[in-house]
């Protein structure tokens, strides 16, 4: 009788292990961190192209996806030049189609009667700028 409890005992343990040798491992995926943000896609904007506070300091004005699109709201930003190559200062108030990427936030919006400082402004990366108007629309 001990005998058999034994082989019964044995077989039990060689079956939990082979079933554990067989049963593939499941990984799970660490969560990703949330300070991580998705790559912001290119988009070509048009707008304006002003002096901001300092000689080396540009922003868009106006700016929009669709410039004929009179409900669309222009936004301005603060320009930053994605490379060395990208002259913004010869494209100094003059209308301007511009490819780049947005900050992917909510744009901030002035006080009554004012205006929204430039430190608070959306970044825009530009890549490219192409002029379509040596003067800015009034």
Not at 22 to 51: F, N
Not at 80 to 94: F, G, M, P, R, T
Request: net charge neutral.
């Amino acid at each position: 009788m001990k005998n058999v409890a034994l082989a019964f005992a044995g077989v039990a343990l060689a079956t939990s292990i082979a079933v554990a040798q067989s049963a593939p491992p499941t990984q799970t995926q660490p969560p990703q961190p949330q300070t991580q943000q998705q790559k912001a896609p290119e988009v070509t904007l048009t707008g304006c192209v002003i002096q901001g506070s300092a000689p080396s300091i540009f922003l868009l004005s106006g700016a929009k996806k669709d410039p004929d699109n009179v409900k669309e709201i222009g936004t301005t930003y603060f320009l930053v030049a994605d490379s060395e190559d990208l002259n913004l200062k010869a494209h100094l108030n003059h209308s301007v189609r511009i490819t780049g990427v947005a900050e992917m936030k909510t744009p901030p919006v002035p006080p009554a009667g004012g205006k929204v400082e430039e430190k608070d402004l959306l970044k825009f990366s530009a890549k490219a700028a192409t002029m379509v108007s040596d003067r800015c629309p009034s």
